[in-house]
């Protein structure tokens, strides 16, 4: 197959930041993703709809002219949180909210701290249809890090789901085969994100012959065989299973430092990276559905009805791109040729 045509795509999990970033990351997602969930971790975070609404304006001021590109917006979830926050959500237009344990990740100091806390909160956001979105690793610091996202499973997410019963969860960027698991054998309104990272990579790509910041992300490379086991998962075309960057753009000079910031921006490569992961593994009939289908239907949102077409062609990622303000940023895979390319 030397050409492919897919159902316009989404990005159900991504970072676009905020200020001088927007004329860069907007552009980037929308010129392939019809909608992108929009996570909601900046400073001070997206905490009430009000603040979610401003933040949407300024994504959408950002859009290419004459994109019909509709960014997702989410509510970060504190111990503050309160059943009348998501009830405003809801009328808002909101339609999931973020759990980040407290240290997680990038400006997740303010998230959940005491989890058990919380399910009043997710009991209203059951009612109200609104889905929540799982950073799912535990930050106690007696547990290893390459264990954190099992032991998240075991402690709370298990819990969740169980005990809200008509909660739908996404547990966001996977990286393990026991999520991969937990989700195959949860119930129909469990559901999983997958990034490219962790399907093209795994650990050796981030600590071999080097430390490489670019390919340091939360939650961290796996193993080997956790890679395979996501690469396996996406091949069997589940519904469950379904397409989110998480891109997450930082300037090279905070990657590049004694304490570099976790993300890979992949949202210049991320559809064309995913065609080729699916090429590799003989599943590109699987690819329409990762990409644009199995997303939109758990969301319970209607499907795109444009078209993209990706076609056979080798091309080098850049080495770097130059923002608005005029730092560069290393984009995922900078300097690498891969094998697909978006159609113009």
Not at 13 to 41: K, S, W
Not at 273 to 302: I, M, N, W
Request: charged share 25%.
């Amino acid at each position: 197959m030397t050409e492919l045509t897919i159902q316009t795509p989404d990005d159900w999990h991504l970072h676009f930041r905020d200020g001088d970033m927007l004329p860069e990351t907007v552009p980037a997602t929308a010129r392939c993703f019809q909608r992108a969930i929009v996570m909601p971790n900046l400073v001070p975070p997206v905490t009430t709809a009000q603040m979610a609404l401003e933040y949407k304006s300024r994504i959408l001021a950002a859009k290419p002219e004459k994109s019909s590109f509709e960014p997702l917006m989410t509510l970060f979830l504190t111990n503050d949180t309160s059943i009348e926050d998501i009830k405003a959500a809801k009328a808002a237009g909101i339609i999931a909210c973020k759990l980040y344990p407290a240290g997680a990740t990038t400006n997740s100091s303010a998230a959940v701290s005491a989890l058990e806390a919380m399910y009043p909160v997710f009991e209203a956001m059951a009612e109200e249809g609104i889905l929540l979105l799982v950073h799912g690793e535990v930050t106690r610091s007696e547990v290893d890090i390459f264990d954190r996202e099992k032991a998240f499973i075991d402690e709370h997410l298990s819990k969740i789901v169980e005990k809200v019963e008509n909660l739908k969860v996404v547990f966001e960027h996977i990286t393990t085969k026991d999520a991969a698991d937990f989700v195959m054998q949860g119930p129909d309104r469990l559901a999983a994100t997958i990034t490219p990272q962790h399907l093209l990579l795994n650990r050796n790509d981030l600590l071999v012959g080097g430390v490489k910041p670019h390919n340091y992300c939360l939650p961290v490379l796996k193993r080997s065989t956790h890679q395979q086991a996501l690469r396996d998962v996406v091949k069997t075309g589940s519904k469950k299973f379904f397409l989110g960057t998480d891109s997450a753009p930082h300037e090279k000079h905070r990657k590049e430092s004694a304490c570099g910031c976790a993300g890979c921006y992949s949202a210049w490569s991320a559809i064309e990276l995913y065609a080729q992961v699916f090429d590799e593994l003989d599943a590109l009939d699987k690819f329409e559905g990762f990409a644009s289908l199995h997303g939109a239907d758990f969301y319970g949102l209607p499907r795109n009805k444009g078209t993209i077409t990706l076609v056979k062609e080798s091309w080098q990622i850049p080495e770097q791109i130059i923002l608005p303000n005029g730092n560069p940023i290393v984009p995922f895979y900078a300097g690498q040729t891969i094998n697909w390319k978006l159609k113009a």
